[in-house]
């Protein structure tokens, strides 16, 4: 069961220090992904290179947030030593964001704890990146009637959707400069776009932070924008690293000119953290964001 698998890897023994007294612990194998501190923030902080438990939770709320942090830790980090069930908190992913989206939590180590989400159009459901597998979350899928789509957009955070993909019948979305990490994807996307994908859906070629990365734009509300852009909290605005950057920054500029041309109210990234703000302000940090890029150059 990925629940007992999860409490029993968090060591006790490798505790940090940061930790305030109590059940729940992080331990020194945190790679600082975000996950538990986006879950319940005021549960966890950041000491700069680790998340650790800065308050106990203090009511069941603030309990359930910290179990479901617990579930989505891509490294098994924190645990429990008190007799708080975690199975509480299995049945809370896929867990809503927005009427339409939800993240899907259970985050990999292979994708550096990446975000995943689930997206609801009139025929059903389509994956965005993935989570690790897991067999609660399978379970949740198929009573919500199944995928029909898995959107990767681009090679780094995969994790498990070849796995989603054969269990529920789900294509695969990948470019074809992104293909090795999904070799037998069913979809490849081929040149540069736009590719529309279903009804107010549109897969959008936004390479720099990889040769073949795209992000998918929904119903002119919606930016799934994988490690293209996302909410920085050190800029406390829209971001983008070029220390990250594993393609090319100017092509990485031109694709987020390029964002300038659409609407969009929800930022909803591979890393970093989702975002919302009304469409004419999100333009207005876009193009402040793009004039900071133009500086790291
Ligand atoms: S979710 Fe896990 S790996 Fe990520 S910051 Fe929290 S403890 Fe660390």
Redesign the pocket.
Known sequence: MAVLENSLMANPKKRLPQNKPGDFF?DET????????ILAPKV?AESGE??YVQAQPRDLQETRRTLQ?LL????H??GTEGDQKATLALGDFPLKLDERIFYLGY?AEASF?ARSYLLKIAEGYWMIESPRWNLSLVKSLHAWGGLKGIFLSHQDDVADADRYAREFGAKRVIHQLELKAQPDAEEVLQGKGPWPLEKGMEAIFTPGHSAGHCSLWVDKTYLFSGDHLWYSRSRQDLGASKEVCWYDWPTQIESMEKLLNIDFEWVLPGHGRWFYDEKIKMKERLQKLIIWMKKQV
């Open positions: 992080v945190c790679i600082d992904c975000d996950t538990c501190r966890f680790y998340s942090a989505a830790c891509p490294t980090s924190i985050a704890g």
